[in-house]
Every structure is written in C-alpha cells, then in structure tokens.
C-alpha cells in the first residue's frame, strides 16, 4: 500500500498514512495521530481541514479537481458540473490565488519553465528540484509552513479586543494552510504566470565581484532564504532586499534583481502596511489607488508593479510565499518545553552576515581592542580562555567576540494579570561602545509562559554558548572601510544577569530564607554579631578618613562583616538540636562539601556556593538517604537547605530517594535531580550582581521607603514632599540624560529615577534638615546626626561602586581600590545597624536583614576585580528592550503554536529594522533626544538671573580649568556660549548631611561661540557634565554658594577638586560616634 504524507491543520505536525482511495465525494477522512484531530484529506492532492470544514473541502474541490472527481465519478462537465450537495449555502472561502509554494536555490541547477517528458510536482517547476518524497504539502518545502504559520495573526485588526483575536486565531491558522495547499495545486493545473515565464528581468542579473562561490552561502547559512539573500547582497549594492522585490514580482526563484528604486518604493509600502491593522491597511490601499488613478500612469517602477490593490499588497508585500515580508532570512523557531526559540549560532551567523559592526576583543588581523568591556578584566581573561580552547582555526587569525545574557519575567499588559506574566531570554552580541541599546546587537532568543520551567531553554543556550567557543568560520558582511569576507570566529559568553529572584530560580539556590539570604553564600546571618563593634567601626572611620588602607584580619570582637573569617562571632549557628545529619556511611562513593560534613560539625559556618560544590552535596545525601542511613525527608532536606539549594531541587533528590528505595537501590539518572545547568562547565561567578536592581530597586529604593516611614510617623512626609518637588522642578525640566527626576511620593519609578534621586539625596535631605528646626527630645531629633550618617555613607558608597573609572593595572593600586570599596560598604552596612539601634525597638527586625540586596553588598569588591566596574553590566538596557517583545506579545495566548508565530514575526521585524537603515529609510533623527547630558539655556542673562535668585544650572567641567564650571547658553540655532563661572577652592564647607558647597562668581562675559555637537558625549570640548545644587541658611539670603554633582559620581571635595566622594570628617568625627542613649 503506497503511502503519504499529511500535516495536521491543527497541530501543523506531520504524519504518514495509507493513500487514500478515490471517493465519489473526492475527500476522505483521516486522524492525526498528534492531536487526534479528524481531518477531511482531498484525494488528489494533500489540502486538508478539519472536520467542520465539510463545505470548504467541497468548494476546492469543485474549483481545483472538477476534471479528476468528473472522470472517476463519469460525470460529463458543463453547466450540471456543480459538486455541491443539495442546499449547501455559499460558505467557501476565498483563495490567494498567490500564495503558496517554496523554492530552494541554487544558481547551477537555475531552470526557467518545466522541461521534461513527464508530469513535474509544482515544486520542481519552480525550483529544478525533484522534491517527490519529502514530508510536504503538496511537494512543496514543509520549512515553509514552519517558518511562516500565523502570518494571518499579524494581519488581523490588532485594535479588536484580545478575546476576539484569540476566537479568529483557529480561523487564521487553518486559512493560512489552506492557501498554501490549494495554491500549489492551481499553479500545477495552470501554470506559473505569464509574467514568470515570459518577461525578461527589469535590472542586472548577479556577477560574482570577487569570485565567492554560493556554496560558501549555502554552508554558512541556514534555510531557504538566508543564502540567496546574503549571496545577492554580496554581490550587489543592497542585492538582497532587490532580489526579494524581483521574486515578489515575478514568483520564481530567479537571481535576478530589480532595481534599486523599486526596492525602496516596495519595502517602504512594507514597512506602512505590516504594522497597521487590517482596516487602516485597507484605507492606505485606496490612497495609493487613487494617487494612481490621478496619475494616469502605468503603476509601475523599473517594471516592478506597484500594488495598489488588496491583492496585490497580499502577493507582494505580506501574504504569498514570494512576498517580501515572508522572505525575509530570519531563523528558524522551534520549541523546548512551551517555550518558542531560535539559534543562538543561527542569529550570531546572521548578524555577522548583515556586515553589524561589531565590537572583537582581538581582530582577525590579532590586534587588541581596549574599548568599554574589552579592556575589563574579565575580557582579558575570556579571551585567553578562547584562545586556549579554540578548536576551529587559528587564533592569531580568529575575531574573539562577547556574549551577555539576559532573562526575566514580566506582564505583558497591566489588565488581566492573572497567569499574565512571560519570560523571555535575550542576548547582547559584542556590542561597540556606547552601543548597548542597540537593536542591531540585542535579540530576543526564546520566551514563553512564567510559569513554566525554564532549565532545557537556558540550557539548550548555554550548550550554544560552548558550540560557539569551539570557533567557526562565517561569512562578515560589508561594513564602512572593510570589505565583506569569510572570517574565523570565536564567541564566548561574558556574564549572565538577572535580578535576586530570577538568578537564584535558574541556579537553583534558595532565595533569602536562613541559609540564602546572601547570593552566592551559604549561611545564616547574625545581625548582632556579624556587624562591626564599635571600636572597629571607628577604626574603619578613621582608616578611611585619613587615606590609609583598612586592615583586614581576624576580630575576636565581633565578625566585622566577614562571614568567612575564623572569628568565634561566626561560631553560632549550632547543629545540636537540629535535623542537621549526625552520621554517614562509611561506603559513601561521594565527598561532603568543606563544612558541610555530616559528623564532627558543631557549627556550621559560611560556605560559597559553586556548582562542584552542590553537585556533591545533592549526590552524598542522596545516597545517604537512599540507603536509610538518614531516615527520614526533614534530615535531607535540612542538609540540602544547609548548602543553599532551593525546595525545588529538594524535593527532586527525596523523590530519587524514595524511589531508589522502592527499588532496592537500582541508580535513578542524574538528570532527574540534578540541574543540568549545574554540569555545563561554566562558573557560577558568571551570574552576576546587578547594579539596576541591587542598587537601585534595592538599596536606594529601601532607604527612600525608611525615610518616608520615619517621616510619616513624625508628620513630615506631606511636608518634605513639596519641599523637595519644589528643589527638583529645575533639574526635572533639564531632561537630563544621566539624572532623570520624578516627584515624590514614590509610585512607579524607574531604576533611573531611583539613581537620580540617589544622587541628589544629600542635597534635599541636607537642605530639609537646615530649613526644618526638629525637636532634639524627639526620637528622630535624637538620632538624626545616624540618620545623616546613613544616608551620607550610602551616598558615598555607591558613588564609588558606579564610578567608570577603569581598575588600575598595577597589582597593588588595583587591591587598595578593592579593599577601599569592601570598606565603605562594611561603613554603610554598620550605619544601617547603627542606626536601627538608636531608633528602633530591639525586638523589630532590622530593615537590612529583610532583604538580601544590602548584605549580598559584600560580593560586590571581589566582583568588580574580576569582571570590572559594575556599569559594564547595566541591565537598564536589557529592560528597555522588553517594550518591543511586548508589544508584539500583547495579543498572544501561550500555547506553543501562537508563541511560535510571534516569534518569526518579532524575528522578521528585527530583520526590516536593519533592512530600513540600509536602504536610507530610517526617519529616527538623532537630534530628537528626550534626554541630553546638559541643559542649554536661552540667554547668558538667563544665567546670570538664575544665579542670584538661587536655582539650579546646568553646565560641564573641563580638567584643566580648575575651579571653573561652564554654563552653556543658546547662540542662533547651532552654536552656543558659555558663562564662567569660578569657585572658591580654599573655603569649601559641609551642608550637614557630607555634601560640599563652595562660593561662585560670574568671571565675566566672553565672546566665544561654538557648535553645539560639541556639547554630545565624547566631544573634545568638555570632560562631564554637571549640576549646581544651591546652598541656603535658614533664615538667611542666598550667597551664590553651590554644591557640584558629577554625571561620573564626581563631587566638590574639601580639598576644592572636583573627584572621587568622600566620607564627611564632620559626620563621621571621633566625637560624633556615640549612640544616644
């Protein structure tokens, strides 16, 4: 019995069955063994629907196989040869008759028309292909329903509500398939276009420049469309997009182009229509017919027509298998566990091949690139790590790049939350200075359902990631003075970020709780005696005051902020009277972890977590358990908690265990209880601490909500918030890039806002506590000079961990930073702890202990000395990113199938972005910046007036103009000048809360003008941009005293200079560090 192949309209899963006989009806019926759908299959060809879909099948019959079901039924055609059954209604639908079909090129086996003695599949006609045998419809490239299903989705009015879209969704999945069958079968009854077959093509046919065979494409590249594209494009000054314009129109798979007028004209109307709903698309339709009816001219360009009908749109621009929009060489999307993904190797090859500039740790020619993370430490030591176990090439010849990942959940809309949220993986390709936000270097991998596991998808990547490691050779395209060519490369993987709880769910650690309260440690925290005593704070104080290095050894005192120390403040975590295991077997094959040995441990200590680590940990206990040696769950469990590992995993080995005992101890496989993730060879150090959501979601965000809550209960909170809007309504209105403002009460701020207001903190608290006289018999009089202490340190400390200031390269120089770092966060650690003493109740649980971002500070030094300063890693960029999957996901259920279909869609929109640019299309103007690094005023007399009455001023600081701050104001349309403003460097005071200010002086006006470009980011004219903050007595007039804040975190110091922050000797003062009583 011969067999066929079938795919499912509702599953889109392909299955072999018997042929089917012919029957009077022309149809059969078939089951998909997939989903168990019953399908109507047509005898004569492979269109199939399902069951419901009786009429439809009867309509294609009757339109594409009257002359098959007339001779085997011996039915004479003519006006009777109507096979519709008796009171059928006219419910069958309307066919594209353009849609349909594939190709698979090669340019040596290119065919015009069918020759041959024989019948030829459709798909042969239009390739030179015998495709006979392959699991496809009708012939034709199954790739193409997998590549494009769910086109019909983005076409559909997206403005109609998400019910009615999930109701059309069946519709549009089935209607797609069905174009695709029956049209294969009309282009086999009537053959290819006249216009296909006997017009010549309008522009140049390819010539090899430079001798690169296709073949180097088609090895490089992978599908149907990514070789020919990229070969065309290659070969001819935007080839690729010309060569899609030619197909379109003539829907073959020639190599010839059409001409570069047309291909503008044709992916502009594109690019208006795909992005509209249904509606409005038909309306810019009827504007394009009537401009040509006005015209009175053949719609045409270089011969390429120009649609101006629904038709027409449909065939060439959106819907037909030859339409630009289905052509477009994005990759393939499969899926892992619900989860709709694509290949990293696939992207970072096609990315390559578009001839994206990107930014090599070492060229190809071997030369070393220093710029932004390229000269980190943790590039140095990737690259050597590369070079070391390059298996593909040389590694003199071979372009080392960088990847970082990203993941993280969110909602897709603010309605309807429930089981709203996704997760979605995204990667940034080793992207040139300045260029993180990107969208030519930043791409969406996978996403899928929160709710689902995530551990295959991460990873399948990560497996990726060591593919990639291995070197490959792939084709670079053409870039701005370098030529386009075949190039070795070698991409390793740089850092993994997420926020707390995401990087804890992928490592399977526990996420606060007694033993996970710091990330990356195993242990408890103890908040008496972890903390520096008195007589160490003071001494640390006065380290650090005085410019010398903090000792750091063992405190018999207290712990010092050290967990790891031998100090007898650590010895308190007693495994007497608990479930830890008191026992082991002697034929244990697996080594217990350093300090987490079963016997012998009184005490359990502080342990960093590492995959080995926990890997043999989970093993030793299982096997201790397995064989009854621990008996019960809770004595496991404790164990396993004791390393740090989440329930999860936990609960994975007790049902290993238990199963194992059922079975008398026959081995279960590791990948049941042991996160692959864990085994992949890469280093748990590479998940690294965020600054956005340590710092600023964190830390910051927790001292704003400490100061409210104090002022709430004193009644000063309503107060204090129109105080403070009133300061920053000048710095708010200045759209600064690098210090973004919203007015309190805090609602729905970003990490930019919480960091603006870190910066300017000082400045309102100190400004508040100078105008506002608070009760010293209060609590908060009491201990205000702690609370000025907390808030100062926290403002130096993190001044210093977001300095871009580069490690120094000398060994010594570079451990003084680090240990001067782990010293100003052990400052604030202590003035939290100080503080809660003084004002809180000893039975309320300190607020640093509620949260794991202000204890896990103590990872942060050893941190930025292997992978460097922490604004390398700012994962701001990743989440800006998340609005653009997220408007395409905005309609979206999560069954695979639609997550998939959005998915090539948001890959074929990523692809125009770039396909814009090269063709000059692109209207975003730099030059509409919301935000800019200074505020450029209207007149110098704005200036001068802004001063005396005391407001805030924008301006920029050049080095070797000491004492000096320029005001830029505005000079005709494209110049500007400066005010000069100069400050007295031997009289700088304190406002009370560590932030300086010193008196300024207009030094008179200069007739100089000059560009404003000048004043972008890395001009020669200037060094960092500023802000002048005010200084004010109570009761008194203002003297023109300001305090300087830097976009570098550079302050005014006591000194005079502008640079680092700096503890205030006045706060921090011997006589200032009794507790009240």
Not at 269 to 274: A, R
Not at 755 to 763: E, Q, T, V
Not at 825 to 837: A, M
Request: hydrophobic share 35%.
């Amino acid at each position: 019995m011969e067999m066929v192949w079938t795919r499912c309209v509702a599953c889109y899963a392909d299955f072999r069955h018997e042929a089917p006989d012919e029957t009077p009806q022309g149809y059969c019926t078939v089951a998909c063994p997939t989903c168990g759908a019953a399908l109507l299959r047509c005898c004569f060809c492979r269109a199939n629907w399902p069951k419901r879909r009786r009429l439809r099948m009867l309509d294609h019959i009757e339109t594409y196989h009257r002359t098959e079901i007339a001779a085997a039924n011996d039915v004479e055609l003519g006006v009777g040869g109507d096979l519709h059954e008796a009171n059928d209604s006219d419910n069958s639908a309307t066919v594209d008759d353009d849609a349909g079909g594939s190709f698979d090129f090669d340019p040596d086996q290119e065919t015009g028309s069918a020759q041959g003695d024989g019948p030829r599949d459709p798909a042969q006609e239009l390739t030179g292909y015998d495709l006979s045998g392959m699991p496809s419809l009708c012939g034709f490239n199954p790739n193409i329903v997998k590549q494009r299903p769910g086109l019909e989705i983005l076409l559909q009015d997206n403005a109609a509500s998400l019910e009615e879209q999930m109701d059309a969704e069946d519709e549009a999945y089935e209607e797609l398939a069905r174009t695709l069958d029956t049209d294969a079968d009309l282009d086999r009854h009537s053959g290819l276009s006249e216009a296909a077959q006997g017009s010549e093509a309008v522009a140049c046919t390819v010539t090899e420049n430079d001798g690169m065979p296709f073949s180097h494409f088609k090895r490089c590249l992978k599908g149907d469309f990514a070789p020919i594209y990229f070969w065309q494009e290659h070969n001819n000054p935007n080839g690729g997009i010309r060569g899609m314009v030619h197909r379109s129109q003539h829907r073959t798979s020639s190599t010839s182009l059409a001409s570069e007028r047309a291909a503008r004209y044709l992916f502009s109307t594109l690019d208006n229509l795909v992005r509209l709903p249904r509606a409005d698309q038909d309306r810019f339709i009827q504007h394009m017919r009537l401009r040509d009816e006005i015209s009175q001219e053949p719609p045409q360009i270089d011969g390429i027509d120009m649609p101006h009908t629904r038709e027409q749109v449909d065939r060439m621009c959106l819907r037909s298998v030859f339409s630009m929009f289905m052509n477009f060489p994005t990759e393939d999307v499969f899926e892992i566990e619900g989860h709709a993904c694509i290949s990293l190797v696939d992207k970072v090859k096609t990315v390559l091949a578009q001839g994206t500039e990107l930014s090599f740790m070492q060229d190809d020619d071997g030369s070393i690139n220093l710029d932004g993370f390229n000269g980190s430490p943790r590039a140095a030591a990737l690259l050597a790590q590369l070079r070391q176990g390059l298996e593909v090439g040389e590694a003199d010849s071979t372009s080392f790049g960088h990847l970082t990942l990203w993941s993280d959940s969110f909602l897709r809309n603010f309605s309807r939350q429930r089981e709203n949220s996704f997760w979605i993986f995204v990667v940034r390709i080793s992207p040139p200075e300045g260029m993180s936000t990107s969208s030519n270097h930043t791409f969406c991998l996978a996403w899928g359902s929160s709710k689902h596991c995530h551990d295959k998808v991460i990873a399948h990547y990560l497996e990726e990631v060591k593919s990639l490691m291995k070197g490959n050779e792939m084709y670079y395209g053409a870039r701005e003075e370098s030529p386009a060519r075949m190039v070795n490369t070698c991409f390793g993987l740089a850092a993994y970020l997420a926020d707390t709880p995401e990087r804890n769910s992928i490592l399977h650690r526990m996420n606060l709780g007694n033993y996970g309260l710091r990330s990356g440690v195993a242990g408890r925290v103890d908040h008496k005696r972890l903390p520096s005593c008195e007589t160490c704070f003071k001494r640390n104080v006065e380290a650090l005051l005085e410019g010398r290095t903090v000792p750091n050894q063992t405190r018999s005192c207290c712990g010092d902020w050290d967990q790891f120390s031998n100090s007898l403040a650590n010895m308190h975590d007693k495994t007497e009277g608990t479930n830890y295991p008191n026992k082991v077997s002697t034929d244990n094959p697996h080594s217990f972890p350093r300090g987490r040995a079963p016997v012998n441990e009184t005490h359990l200590v502080s342990i960093k977590q590492d995959f080995r680590q926990m890997e043999n940990g989970v093993k030793a206990a299982l096997y201790e358990y397995s064989n009854k040696s621990w008996s019960t769950q809770a004595i496991l469990k404790y164990y396993l908690s004791s390393l740090g590992i989440d329930t999860k995993v936990q609960t994975w080995v007790a049902n290993a265990g238990m199963a194992m005992r059922r079975s008398g101890g026959v081995q279960v496989s590791e990948h049941l209880y042991i996160p692959k993730i864990w085994q992949l060879g890469f280093s748990i150090e590479l998940w690294l601490e965020t600054a956005m959501h340590q710092l600023g979601h964190g830390v910051i965000a927790s001292l704003i909500e400490l100061v409210e809550s104090i002022f709430t209960e004193h009644k000063l909170w309503s107060e204090f918030c129109r105080f403070a809007t009133k300061l920053f309504g000048d710095v708010m209105a200045f759209r600064l890039e690098w210090c973004h403002l919203k007015s309190l009460p805090k609602s729905c701020w970003l990490a930019e806002d919480e960091f603006g207001y870190g910066r300017l903190m000082l400045f309102v608290y100190g400004q508040y506590f100078i105008q506002k006289n608070i009760n010293v018999d209060t609590i908060l009089g009491a201990t205000l000079f702690q609370l000025r202490q907390l808030l100062s340190s926290c403002n130096v400390m993190v001044s210093l961990l977001m300095s871009k200031e580069p490690l120094p390269e000398d060994v010594g120089e570079k451990l003084a930073r680090i240990n001067k770092l782990d010293a100003h966060i052990k400052v604030f650690l202590s003035c939290c702890h100080r503080f809660c003493q003084s004002y809180f109740d000893p039975s309320i649980t300190e607020f640093w202990m509620g949260k794991s971002n202000f204890i896990s500070l103590l990872n942060l030094p050893e941190q930025i000395a292997k992978f460097g300063p922490l604004g390398l890693y700012w994962d701001g960029s990743f989440e800006r990113f998340i609005q653009g999957p997220k408007s395409i996901l905005k309609s979206a259920r999560k069954s695979p199938a639609s997550l998939m279909a959005k998915m090539r869609i948001m890959q074929a929109f990523s692809f125009m972005d770039k396909v814009r640019t090269d063709l000059g299309l692109d209207t975003r103007a730099d030059s509409n910046k919301r935000y800019l690094g200074v505020y450029v005023f209207p007149s110098r007399q704005d200036v001068i007036d802004r001063m005396s009455r005391g407001r805030c001023l924008s301006g920029f600081i050049l080095d070797h103009f000491l004492g000096t701050v320029f005001i830029p104001y505005s000079v005709g349309r494209s110049d500007f000048g400066v005010v000069r403003l100069n400050f007295d460097r031997t009289n700088v005071r304190s406002n009370g809360c560590g932030l300086n200010y010193a008196k300024f002086w207009d030094s008179g006006p200069k007739e100089a003008k000059y560009s404003k470009s000048e004043l972008d980011r890395g001009s020669n004219i200037l060094n960092r941009y500023c802000l002048l903050l005010p200084h004010s007595e109570r009761g008194g007039n203002f003297d023109s005293t300001y305090s300087i804040i830097c976009d570098d975190y550079f302050t005014l110091r006591r000194d005079g200079s502008v640079g680092e922050n700096e503890l205030c000797k006045e706060l921090f003062h011997a006589s200032r560090m009794q507790l009240p009583a």
